[in-house]
T-cell receptor, first 112, second 115 residues
Framework: SQQGEEDPQALSIQEGENATMNCSYK?????LQWYRQNSGRGLVHLIL?????REKHSGRLRVTLDTSKKSSSLLITASRAADTASYFC????????????FGTGTRLKVLA | DTEVTQTPKHLVMGMTNKKSLKCEQH?????MYWYKQKAKKPPELMFV???????INESVPSRFSPECPNSSLLNLHLHALQPEDSALYLC??????????????FGPGTRLLVL
């Protein structure tokens, strides 16, 4: 089963609007990361948030982490057409063995 | 150099062929990864190399054979693949030992089609 599940699966917004994506996970984690993937390309790391952090910013990105709810959100403000991509959360799992699993992903489309 | 490069970009092979995917990084990273990604799905971890030694094999069929000739290179040898193995194969690297979730740097991928 997936460690990280994201919603919505797909999101379509107008340029200039904000986009929010959510990630839920099942086990305790060391950190959670968000990646972006343009169609058929490699993933690009966006931001890492550690389990003892609650919020992190990077440019137009804001990530929150709620370990009690086992969830994270990624907010992209003032979206641009170039933000059109799939966004994945990725988590490790504190189970004694290495497990690094990507969430199901949110496909974001920003309309110009 | 902050790039991970992968060759070839596209590969079409028959089920009896033997081919190899290549990945290279010059960032001094000591962990390298192979992922498989099907359309509209997240990447699935296949293998992790840490300091040139295979540290994780996620129960991948033996028709996929990884190799790490040195700290900058990672190969994936393919033999007797099935059509369901068609996917985007992504290579990544990270700075540490690959034992905890580290920021990974991805290559652009090789799109593989098995006929």
């Amino acid at each position: 089963s997936q460690q990280g599940e994201e919603d919505p699966q797909a999101l379509s917004i107008q340029e200039g609007e904000n986009a929010t994506m959510n990630c839920s996970y099942k086990t305790s984690i060391n950190n959670l990361q968000w990646y972006r993937q343009n169609s058929g390309r490699g993933l690009v790391h966006l931001i890492l948030i550690r389990s003892n952090e609650r919020e992190k910013h990077s440019g137009r990105l804001r990530v929150t982490l709620d370990t009690s709810k086992k969830s994270s959100s990624l907010l992209i403000t003032a979206s641009r057409a170039a933000d059109t991509a799939s966004y994945f959360c990725a988590t490790d799992a504190v189970t004694g063995t290495y497990k690094y699993i990507f969430g199901t992903g949110t496909r974001l489309k920003v309309l110009a | 150099d902050t790039e991970v490069t992968q060759t070839p970009k596209h590969l079409v092979m028959g089920m009896t062929n033997k081919k190899s995917l290549k990945c290279e990084q010059h960032m001094g990273h000591r962990a390298m990864y192979w992922y498989k990604q099907k359309a509209k799905k997240p990447p699935e971890l296949m293998f992790v190399y840490s300091y040139e030694k295979l540290s994780i094999n996620e129960s991948v069929p033996s028709r996929f054979s990884p190799e790490c000739p040195n700290s900058s290179l990672l190969n994936l040898h393919l033999h007797a693949l099935q059509p369901e193995d068609s996917a985007l194969y992504l290579c990544a690297s990270s700075q540490g030992r690959g034992l905890i979730a580290e920021t990974q740097y991805f290559g652009p991928g090789t799109r593989l089609l098995v006929l």
